[in-house]
Structure formats: C-alpha cells, structure tokens
C-alpha cells in the first residue's frame, strides 16, 4: 500500500518549546491514525481523525486532519520529559482497510 | 492484564534454525495483525487474520514466513530457516472491526 511521509524524522526540543510532526499523502485519506511509541516500547494508539478539517485536542495534544484530506499534523504545546518517544501516523491500505504506518518522527525533549 | 499478549518477549537464534512466536490478542478482537520493525522505521505490515481467515500477506511475507489463527484466538509466526536479515521487532495487534489497533510488547529476534 502507499505509504505516508512523516516530517521531520528526528526533532529536539528543550522541555516547554512546542512541537509538529507532519503526515503527508499523495492521495486523499479516509481517515488517519496516530500512534505513539516510547522508547523501547509499541505503539500505543493516539487518535484517528476522519472529518475534513477535523481538529481534536488531548490535553497539550492538538491533531489536525487537512481540508483535502491529504495531510494531517500533530502540535505538542510546552513539552514534557514524558513525551519523549516517536509519533507515527497511519493510513489505511488495501480493501482491508490496513493500517500503514509512516517512519515517524522522533521526538527528544531536553530538560 | 486484558491487553494483547506476545511470548517470548526475546529470543535469540543461529542463522538456519526455525523459530516460532505466539500472540494472544485481546479476546473480544476478530482482527489480528503481524508487523516487523527495525530500528528507526515504522511497523511494517507482514499479514492480518479476520477471525481464522488470514486475508491479507505482504509481499514482504517471503516462503520461510507461515502464521496460522486455527481458533481465531491466538495465533502463531512461524520463520523457517532464520537469516540474519529476519533481525526485527515482531509486533502483534489486534482491533474489533475497522478500529485502531492495540499492539503487544512484541518480540525480539535477533540471529546469529
């Protein structure tokens, strides 16, 4: 299936400076999936945006799925040690609808 | 612990020899998934089961890579003939329908 592209792949930040990680698709999404992985972890399931436009918030998490429904965001205001890991997004492939991840972003948050 | 279970946790093979790893998804899930990672790229897709059924493989899946899902509970990944290149993380998922997946601890092979 076609895959996702993730921006950027490794980003460092001093804890309280904000984050964005971008997902981008050639073709238009029926829906996208965020998952995160803490070092030496699995993926842990975030959310999954659908709508176009569609903006949800997690506490300091904001997702955002873009008007053609061909890109996605994920903003992380005033970082904490704890979210230190790599987010990755995922589209659906295949009549199955199987989730296909990108290469994620790392994130490193220095105290 | 209702979460989706993988055993063995780690394992640690010579190039040539046949291993196999379990998964036990959570149990209300009719789907399951394998995925194989390597350091620094997402989980990549390798086959999926809807109950019993396996109806998806990648073209990654090459002959050496068998799964079975006989009770449509827990299923098995079966390397045959371990090379160096099989190194991963693998990583089992279960979902109910088309919703997200929740992944187990995975295991890690590494060959000698």
């Known amino acids: 299936g076609q895959q996702v592209m993730q921006i950027p792949q490794y980003q460092h930040v001093q804890e309280g400076e904000d984050f964005t990680t971008y997902c981008n698709s050639s073709?238009?999404?029926?829906?996208i999936q965020w998952y995160k992985q803490r070092p030496g972890g699995h993926p842990v399931f975030l959310i999954q945006?659908?709508?176009?436009?569609e903006v949800k918030k997690q506490k300091r998490l904001t997702f955002q799925f873009g008007e053609a429904k061909k890109n996605s965001s994920l903003h992380i205001t005033a970082t904490q040690t704890t979210d230190v890991g790599t987010y990755f997004c995922?589209?659906?492939?295949?009549?199955?609808?199987?989730?296909?991840f990108g290469r994620g972003t790392s994130l490193i948050v220095h105290p | 612990d209702t979460g989706v279970s993988q055993d063995p946790r780690h394992k640690i093979t010579k190039r040539g020899q046949n291993v196999t790893f379990r998964c036990d998804p959570i149990?209300?899930?009719?789907?399951l998934y394998w995925y194989r990672q390597t350091l620094g790229q997402g989980p990549e897709f390798l086959t999926y089961?809807?109950?019993?059924?396996?109806?998806?493989k990648s073209r990654l899946l090459s002959d050496r890579f068998s799964a079975e899902r006989p009770k449509g509970s827990f299923s098995t990944l079966e390397i045959q003939r371990t090379e160096q290149g099989d190194s991963a993380m693998y990583l089992c998922?279960?979902?109910?329908?088309?919703?997200?997946?929740?992944f187990g601890p995975g295991t890690r092979l590494t060959v000698l």
């Open positions: 998922a279960s979902s109910s329908g088309g919703m997200w997946q929740f």
């Open positions: 073709t238009t999404l029926s829906n």
């Open positions: 945006l659908v709508k176009s436009g």
């Open positions: 995922a589209r659906p492939s295949g009549g199955s609808y199987i989730p296909t």
């Open positions: 149990s209300e899930h009719n789907r």
């Open positions: 089961f809807q109950n019993e059924a396996q109806l998806e």
